[in-house]
């Protein structure tokens, strides 16, 4: 069971809120399913908390929160051309990157009025975004173009966590700063120009401009020890025990008899698996979970449906409820450092929480 705390939610919510200008909108980012969780009481969380801005990365992710009354504006990080349509009929706003995806919009958007776009800006990251040889070609097709208008303007930084690349960072928001003058002094002032994810608002405030988008610190996590603890984290994955063994010394455990006991030793087997989202990497002791507020290191490999961890001198029974990760008692691992153990980041491990995993949510 995934358990999604909205209490959490909010908690971060103030405190992401608190980082910047009264007067900068605060965009909340709910794609992949809520970063894992569940999108659609995240979002209406956030719409009720006063969010200023929603955003997902595909255009079927907007129109499942359009589908349940989402009002705020949404905006869409990675639409398909193929879906551009839907994409105005479900009144979502598009981030366009490219020349191609530029003209395709203006084509799907013929007959609307003043449609509001955001256009993408590569400043370093060079993942998705415009690039300066592209500016002319934009302002051609954008020049007589009724149907639309420029509502947005963003980029997105590549390290704003790395203390070490504070140079590389600059040189993206100069740049982004430099887009800004070239793209007014030829379309006229922008509304909402919008540069910082999570991290970046914690390490770049000056750097806000209009609007601010945080995905992972409305979860929980900041990649940084300091600020992870003034944050709350939204989801617990709990599990439970559905065997405990006794193994004797040579006894093997699991698939292609991935772990072997070298003593006398007790062990649980639990209801979660790879296909539930912890990943093989967890397996060999890289993840450990929490039983009686003990740890409990996986042994062997991971099952699709079952891991095994050894249970030491825990003292559990069988149906007893095991925390994976997060909780916000300070005896079982976050997400952050659940990750870690297999060299990955909490990012991945939200977001791959399968669908099998029943969410509940705690108001
Ligand atoms: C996912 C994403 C974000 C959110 O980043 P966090 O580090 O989770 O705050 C912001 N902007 C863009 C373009 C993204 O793709």
Known sequence: MLEINLSALAHNYRYIRSKLNPNTKLLGVVKANGYGS???????????????????????????????????????????????????????????????????????AKGTENYPIHLKINTGLNRLGLSAQDFKAVFKLLGSEKSLHVKGLLSHLAASDDPLERAFTQRQINLFKDCIQIFESTLGPIEIKHLLNTSGILHYPEAQFQMARSGIGLYGYSNAVKT????????????????????????????????????????????????????????????????????????????????????????????????????????????????KGAKTISYELLTGIGARVKRHIIV
């Not at 995240?42 to 992710?61: N, P, R």
């Not at 030793?265 to 989202?277: P, V």
């Not at 507020?293 to 095991?322: H, Q, R, S, T």
């Not at 916000?328 to 952050?336: D, H, I, K, W």
């Open 228 to 339: 992870d603890a003034e944050l709350r984290p939204v989801a617990t994955l709990k599990c439970k025990i559905s065997q405990i063994h006794e193994l004797a010394p040579g006894d093997w455990v699991g698939y292609n008899k991935g772990f072997v006991a070298k003593e006398k030793m007790k062990i649980a087997t639990l209801t979660i698996g790879h296909a539930d989202g912890i990943g093989r990497q967890y397996g060999h002791g890289k993840g450990v979970v929490t039983i009686q507020g003990a740890a409990a290191p996986i042994i062997g490999n991971v099952c699709m449906d079952m891991i095994m961890v050894n249970l030491g001198n825990i003292v559990a029974k069988e149906g007893d409820v095991v925390v994976v990760f997060g909780g916000e008692s300070s005896e079982s691992l976050t997400a952050e450092l659940f990750a």
């Open 38 to 108: 569940e999108s659609i009481a995240i979002a209406k969380k956030l719409e009720s908390l006063g969010i200023d801005y929603l955003a997902v990365a595909y255009i079927q992710e907007g129109i499942i929160l359009r589908e349940e009354g989402v009002k705020v504006p949404i905006l869409v990080l990675h639409p398909q051309v193929e879906q551009f349509n839907a994409l105005i009929s479900n009144c979502l706003e598009p981030s366009l990157y490219s020349i191609r995806t530029l003209e395709a919009f203006i084509r799907a």
